[in-house]
C-alpha cells in the first residue's frame, strides 16, 4: 500500500468512495453525493490553502483518503484543522484509516498546526471513534440529535488532539 498526496487524477476515486459513503453511511451527513466537478471543486479549495489531501493506493486503486480543513472559515481558527476519513469498504478494518489520519496528522503539524477535531458523524461510528482515539484523540463533546439521515436522529461526536505543543506555546504565524 503508498500513502500519497492526492492528485487531480484521483478525483474519480475519491468522488466515486465518497459517494458510497452518502448513499450508504452516517459517516457524513450529506444526502446527495456530489458529482465530480463538486469534488475537483472541493478538492482545489482544501490544497489551495496549502493543506494535505491524501490517498491511499494498493494494486486494486484507491482505497481511501484523508484531507485537512480549517475548523472554521475565521482567521482565528487557523492553527485548527478538521480531519475527514474516508475508506472504500474492503479497506475498513485493515489499519488503512490509522495509516492516512497518522499521516495527516504529521503533515498539519509540520505545517504549524496546533489542533486537529474530528467532528464524527453518528455516535455509533465506532470505527472511526477507534481510530481516532488510537492516535491519542480525546472526547469533547456530543452534538445530540443534529442530523437527519435514513429516518432516525443521529448525533456527532467530537474529538480532539494538541499537535506539536498545542497551547503551551504561541504559535507562529505563516509568511
Same mark, same amino acid.
Given at each position: 500500500?503508498?500513502?500519497?498526496?492526492?492528485?487531480?487524477? *484521483?478525483?474519480?476515486?475519491?468522488?466515486? $468512495?465518497?459517494?458510497?459513503?452518502?448513499?450508504?453511511? %452516517?459517516?457524513?451527513? +450529506?444526502?446527495?453525493p456530489?458529482? +465530480?466537478?463538486?469534488m475537483?471543486?472541493?478538492?482545489?479549495?482544501?490544497?489551495?490553502?496549502?493543506?494535505?489531501?491524501?490517498?491511499?493506493?494498493?494494486?486494486?486503486?484507491?482505497?481511501?483518503?484523508?484531507?485537512?480543513n480549517?475548523?472554521?472559515?475565521?482567521?482565528?481558527?487557523?492553527?485548527?484543522?478538521?480531519?475527514?476519513?474516508?475508506?472504500?469498504?474492503?479497506?475498513?478494518?485493515?489499519?488503512?484509516?490509522? $495509516?492516512?489520519?497518522? +499521516?495527516?496528522?504529521?503533515?498539519?503539524?509540520?505545517?504549524?498546526?496546533?489542533?486537529?477535531?474530528?467532528?464524527?458523524? *453518528?455516535?455509533?461510528?465506532?470505527?472511526?471513534?477507534?481510530?481516532?482515539?488510537?492516535?491519542?484523540?480525546?472526547?469533547?463533546?456530543?452534538?445530540k440529535?443534529?442530523?437527519w &439521515?435514513?429516518?432516525?436522529?443521529? *448525533?456527532v461526536?467530537?474529538?480532539? &488532539?494538541?499537535l506539536?505543543?498545542?497551547?503551551? %506555546? *504561541?504559535?507562529?504565524?505563516?509568511?
Amino acid at each position: 500500500m503508498l500513502l500519497r498526496p492526492s492528485q487531480a487524477a *484521483d478525483i474519480p476515486a475519491i468522488t466515486a $468512495l465518497y459517494a458510497h459513503h452518502v448513499l450508504h453511511g %452516517t459517516g457524513t451527513f +450529506e444526502l446527495e453525493p456530489p458529482d +465530480e466537478a463538486d469534488m475537483a471543486r472541493r478538492h482545489a479549495d482544501v490544497t489551495g490553502k496549502g493543506l494535505p489531501w491524501l490517498v491511499a493506493q494498493d494494486a486494486s486503486g484507491v482505497i481511501g483518503y484523508a484531507y485537512a480543513n480549517h475548523f472554521r472559515p475565521r482567521r482565528a481558527y487557523r492553527f485548527c484543522l478538521e480531519d475527514s476519513i474516508y475508506l472504500a469498504p474492503a479497506a475498513q478494518g485493515r489499519g488503512v484509516g490509522r $495509516l492516512l489520519l497518522a +499521516e495527516l496528522m504529521a503533515r498539519c503539524e509540520a505545517l504549524g498546526a496546533r489542533q486537529m477535531l474530528a467532528v464524527i458523524g *453518528d455516535a455509533a461510528n465506532a470505527g472511526s471513534i477507534g481510530v481516532h482515539r488510537s492516535l491519542g484523540f480525546e472526547h469533547t463533546g456530543v452534538l445530540k440529535a443534529s442530523g437527519w &439521515k435514513f429516518g432516525r436522529w443521529l *448525533d456527532v461526536i467530537l474529538m480532539q &488532539k494538541a499537535l506539536g505543543t498545542g497551547a503551551a %506555546t *504561541d504559535p507562529v504565524d505563516p509568511a
